[in-house]
């Protein structure tokens, strides 16, 4: 069975790009979701995954030039090249008993021995190792991911020096795509951070006194970042500098609010979007966030997941941060950085009183967005989230 | 008409038995269905067993009358009675039988004995034996096995031309005895009746025999065998046979040559082909491939999911252990958890003679092809002091291991306990370790696995006892 890779869309005036470096070769074996090449634009740079796992093959080679939509090979998803398949998370996984004889078996998308008590896991296991997976991390080119392995010569080492040794790694291909364009945003845009810092105290309360039915009634915890996300919304309908990007000599703006939400995975950050905000509710939004959690953490996203986006929200709370200058997303102009709710005293009608204050860091793009629109911009994030009612009234 | 059991086991070799026996432990309702007499398969009653039987009782009378002067001991008027030896493999067989037996009742699982049969329902097998009787399943596993693949011109009548069944209880000890095929069985079962007195004759049409091990043991094992007075024709085809008054003659071609072989005892060693015969699978859509092995995905399901196939059935090196582990697996995979991977290129095979072949992992030659650059490790088991006590010479240990990582891809060891010494490299070559590691376990002294140790630092340059 053959599964198509296609060129994806990336980015709205993106219409063809270059292959760049291939990372695997066109017949040797790929896991789902393994990297396989790099697709270049002038805008931006993409890794392609593959779409399952098998025997890869590939009908172009670096340097062609191919068109967005275009199949540049596919993964063959034969019972002997396959390699071990990941759990899909939305296989059917009751009705075990398929009387219906099926065709030749070479997927395992057949839910049968799940017992009788519920097996929530959704696709089988590979549990005939395939030979290629046993050998894989001793085929490994340098450049890709392993366990450091520090160079040591075949002959025993006098160890007599204490450790003042070095290791090296090569960078991964994720980590090399991330450093470049980390750098490319610094250099391109016009970056800089504005601060404030909001009271958490409504929108903690709303959640003490609604978790519980909350999680009930729509069966998702209900969180912080649905809060941000509509405060984003909100300030993205008032300020669409921030909901725009730049294209040559034009000023782009999206009439749509997809939304970055930073997860923390093991390769790394990734930022996968949720799209249309302004039509999602709470828990929608939370369902979302969950969803994407799980896959970051999962191994299961999409390059599509990670494509797009009008603007990002990015959290370094969860890792104790209370101030931080995040880095744009290009070619997006703006990104909300989060960070430690902590109790400190603040000055409230001339008393002091302790609030759960949050610092907020606003990086924006001073070619798009002026510094006072930046401000007010975070200022109304602020006020929306000091008082939530706002996002009910939109006010 | 029973009711519908968890999981229904059709055959009751090593695979079979062993995956009812874990389903049980797991709770399941499990049945098991086998057409002969007793439990065992193939392997206990017709094969592993038997022939280790055989193996053991000829080795000590060889061993006897070729080796005890050397210790001082006389044994003047040696000799064997063919009966008693084949009374004892009986014995050895039937304990072991019962034992499974006993061990199957134990856990609850009902026995049925007859031959089972698809009849177009996937989720019932008709039992024909002394009567017929219906058996009904949630999971259904064949392990059914397989059977010795005969010479096209020339049926097996186990008496002169017999396959692996008839050799383990032959009448008597052949005069001249013909093998063709230098498999794990063909040399194994030439072993036996050359130790026995027989004038034997290997005929395998490769270049050498036990071609799936590593080429420069094999070339060992050979030269070993030699000394034992079998003779090899390789590269070399049956290419007719005919029953005579005295037993077999037949006609062979080796390249240009041609001539005639005759013997009383025709062993046919070339091999063994998947057993599905009167299954009834057609009647619900499992078709078996070109050369008879049932199609299955990643976790032994056939074309019907919920009818899995192990063993002998499925492709893979034809091994008891295997099938075991396949067996395991599937019971673990009905009863809802997920088993742990099997890793093929870590399964250990034996060659059951003396010295014995044990290996696991790549050959050299394999290692090779799979692109990896490689570091050798040989030690001959001459250098070996424990070898050296017992009076053994022959055979020798080679590791096969990636170079850059020092990863062991491969352990190959000729030598009289190699069955038991491989499982060092099972277990290593299970756990990814580097020749480092192999070289940083302690082995204790004397033993024959110091050649283990050996081997490794030798791959690294730093052999110390040779």
């Given at each position: 069975?053959?599964?198509?890779?296609?060129?994806?869309?990336?980015?709205?005036?993106?219409?063809?790009?270059?292959?760049?470096?291939?990372?695997?070769?066109?017949?040797?074996?790929?896991?789902?979701?393994?990297?396989?090449?790099?697709?270049?634009?002038?805008?931006?740079?993409?890794?392609?995954?593959?779409?399952?796992?098998?025997?890869?093959?590939?009908?172009?080679?670096?340097?062609?030039?191919?068109?967005?939509?275009?199949?540049?090979?596919?993964?063959?998803?034969?019972?002997?090249?396959?390699?071990?398949?990941?759990?899909?998370?939305?296989?059917?996984?009751?009705?075990?008993?398929?009387?219906?004889?099926?065709?030749?078996?070479?997927?395992?998308?057949?839910?049968?021995?799940?017992?009788?008590?519920?097996?929530?896991?959704?696709?089988?296991?590979?549990?005939?190792?395939?030979?290629?997976?046993?050998?894989?991390?001793?085929?490994?080119?340098?450049?890709?991911?392993?366990?450091?392995?520090?160079?040591?010569?075949?002959?025993?080492?006098?160890?007599?020096?204490?450790?003042?040794?070095?290791?090296?790694?090569?960078?991964?291909?994720?980590?090399?795509?991330?450093?470049?364009?980390?750098?490319?945003?610094?250099?391109?845009?016009?970056?800089?951070?504005?601060?404030?810092?909001?009271?958490?105290?409504?929108?903690?309360?709303?959640?003490?006194?609604?978790?519980?039915?909350?999680?009930?009634?729509?069966?998702?915890?209900?969180?912080?970042?649905?809060?941000?996300?509509?405060?984003?919304?909100?300030?993205?309908?008032?300020?669409?500098?921030?909901?725009?990007?730049?294209?040559?000599?034009?000023?782009?703006?999206?009439?749509?609010?997809?939304?970055?939400?930073?997860?923390?995975?093991?390769?790394?950050?990734?930022?996968?979007?949720?799209?249309?905000?302004?039509?999602?509710?709470?828990?929608?939004?939370?369902?979302?966030?969950?969803?994407?959690?799980?896959?970051?953490?999962?191994?299961?996203?999409?390059?599509?997941?990670?494509?797009?986006?009008?603007?990002?929200?990015?959290?370094?709370?969860?890792?104790?941060?209370l101030l931080s200058t995040p880095i744009i997303n290009p070619p997006q102009c703006g990104i909300l950085g989060l960070?430690?709710?902590?109790?400190?005293?603040?000055?409230?009608?001339?008393?002091?009183?302790?609030?759960?204050?949050?610092?907020?860091?606003?990086?924006?793009?001073?070619?798009?967005?002026?510094?006072?629109?930046?401000?007010?911009?975070?200022?109304?994030?602020?006020?929306?989230?000091?008082?939530?009612?706002?996002?009910?009234?939109?006010? | 008409m029973e009711d519908a059991f968890d999981l229904v086991v059709i055959g009751a070799g090593p695979g079979g038995y062993v995956a009812a026996i874990r389903a049980a432990q797991l709770g399941l309702k499990t049945a098991i269905i086998d057409k002969n007499a007793?439990?065992?398969?193939?392997?206990?009653?017709?094969?592993?067993?038997?022939?280790?039987?055989?193996l053991q009782s000829s080795e000590l009378y060889w061993e006897l009358t070729q080796h005890a002067a050397e210790h001082g001991i006389t044994c003047k008027e040696a000799s064997y009675d063919l009966e008693t030896i084949m009374q004892r493999k009986q014995k050895v067989v039937k304990s072991l039988v019962d034992g499974v037996a006993a061990i199957v009742k134990r856990h609850g699982i009902v026995s049925f004995r007859g031959t089972a049969r698809f009849t177009g329902d996937p989720h019932a097998?008709?039992?024909?034996?002394?009567?017929?009787?219906?058996?009904?399943?949630?999971?259904?596993?064949?392990?059914?096995?397989?059977?010795?693949?005969?010479?096209?011109?020339?049926?097996?009548?186990?008496?002169?031309?017999?396959?692996?069944?008839?050799?383990?209880?032959?009448?008597?000890?052949?005069?001249?005895?013909?093998?063709v095929g230098a498999g794990v069985i063909g040399v194994e079962l030439a072993s036996v009746y050359a130790r026995l007195g027989s004038q034997v004759t290997i005929v395998e049409m490769l270049d050498r025999i036990c071609p799936l091990n590593d080429r420069g043991i094999t070339r060992l094992l050979q030269q070993a065998l030699k000394k034992q007075g079998i003779s090899f024709h390789l590269s070399a085809k049956v290419a007719s046979a005919a029953q005579t008054t005295q037993g077999v003659s037949l006609q062979v071609e080796a390249g240009e040559e041609h001539f005639t072989l005759e013997c009383e005892v025709l062993l046919v060693a070339i091999g063994r082909r998947p057993y599905t015969q009167g299954l009834g699978l057609e009647s619900i859509g499992i078709e078996a491939d070109k050369k008879g092995f049932i199609p299955i995905n990643h976790s032994f399901q056939t074309a019907v999911p919920h009818i899995f196939a192990i063993g002998d059935l499925v492709d893979g090196p034809m091994l008891a252990h295997k099938a075991s582990e396949e067996g395991i697996a599937v019971a673990e995979l009905a009863a809802g958890h997920k088993p742990a991977p099997i890793n093929y290129l870590a399964i250990p095979n034996v060659v059951y003679t003396s010295p014995e072949l044990a290996a696991v992992g790549l050959t050299e030659e394999e290692a090779k092809s799979e692109g990896f650059d490689l570091l050798i490790g040989s030690y001959p088991i001459k250098g070996n002091a424990r070898a050296r006590c017992a009076g053994d010479d022959e055979g020798a240990v080679k590791l096969v291991a990636d170079k850059a990582s020092g990863r062991l891809l491969g352990m190959h060891i000729l030598c009289k306990h190699a069955s038991e010494m491989i499982e060092e490299g099972v277990l290593a070559i299970q756990k990814k370790c580097t020749l480092e590691d192999v070289i940083n376990a302690s082995h204790a002294h004397p033993t024959y696995t110091e050649a283990i140790h050996e081997a490794a630092l030798q791959a690294l340059g730093r052999v110390i006892h040779l």
């Open positions: 069975m053959k599964s198509e890779i296609k060129v994806p869309p990336m980015g709205e005036s993106i219409t063809e790009a270059t292959i760049g470096a291939i990372f695997k070769q066109s017949g040797s074996g790929v896991k789902p979701d393994e990297e396989l090449l790099e697709i270049e634009t002038d805008k931006v740079n993409q890794v392609l995954y593959a779409p399952q796992g098998g025997a890869l093959n590939l009908t172009v080679k670096t340097g062609d030039v191919v068109q967005i939509g275009q199949s540049i090979g596919w993964v063959e998803t034969d019972a002997k090249a396959e390699a071990p398949e990941q759990p899909k998370p939305s296989a059917p996984s009751s009705g075990s008993e398929n009387e219906k004889p099926q065709e030749r078996p070479t997927e395992v998308q057949a839910p049968a021995p799940a017992a009788k008590k519920e097996e929530t896991q959704a696709s089988q296991p590979s549990v005939r190792m395939p030979k290629e997976e046993f050998l894989a991390d001793i085929r490994k080119k340098p450049a890709e991911e392993t366990p450091a392995v520090p160079k040591k010569t075949p002959t025993a080492t006098p160890k007599i020096e204490t450790a003042r040794q070095e290791t090296r790694k090569p960078m991964t291909k994720i980590r090399k795509v991330i450093a470049q364009r980390l750098v490319e945003s610094q250099q391109n845009s016009a970056m800089l951070t504005t601060f404030n810092e909001c009271d958490m105290s409504q929108v903690i309360s709303l959640r003490e006194k609604y978790k519980e039915t909350f999680s009930k009634h729509w069966d998702v915890k209900l969180g912080f970042m649905s809060f941000f996300v509509k405060a984003v919304v909100s300030g993205l309908k008032e300020f669409p500098q921030f909901n725009s990007y730049i294209d040559g000599e034009e000023i782009v703006h999206r009439e749509y609010f997809d939304i970055g939400i930073a997860v923390g995975s093991e390769r790394g950050l990734v930022v996968p979007v949720v799209r249309d905000c302004e039509r999602l509710s709470f828990h929608e939004i939370e369902q979302a966030i969950e969803k994407y959690g799980q896959q970051a953490r999962g191994g299961g996203l999409s390059a599509d997941d990670l494509k797009g986006g009008g603007f990002t929200i990015t959290n370094g709370g969860v890792y104790g941060s960070h430690k709710i902590m109790k400190r005293p603040i000055a409230v009608d001339d008393k002091v009183v302790i609030a759960p204050m949050m610092y907020l860091a606003l990086s924006y793009d001073h070619r798009i967005v002026d510094g006072r629109e930046a401000v007010l911009f975070l200022v109304h994030i602020k006020n929306c989230i000091e008082d939530p009612t706002r996002l009910l009234l939109e006010i | 007793t439990l065992g398969g193939t392997c206990l009653n017709i094969g592993c067993i038997p022939s280790k039987a055989l097998v008709e039992v024909v034996g002394e009567q017929t009787q219906t058996v009904k399943g949630k999971y259904f596993i064949l392990a059914t096995g397989s059977d010795s693949i005969p010479l096209p011109f020339i049926p097996f009548d186990e008496k002169h031309v017999v396959s692996s069944t008839g050799a383990l209880d032959l009448p008597q000890v052949p005069k001249r005895m013909v093998v």
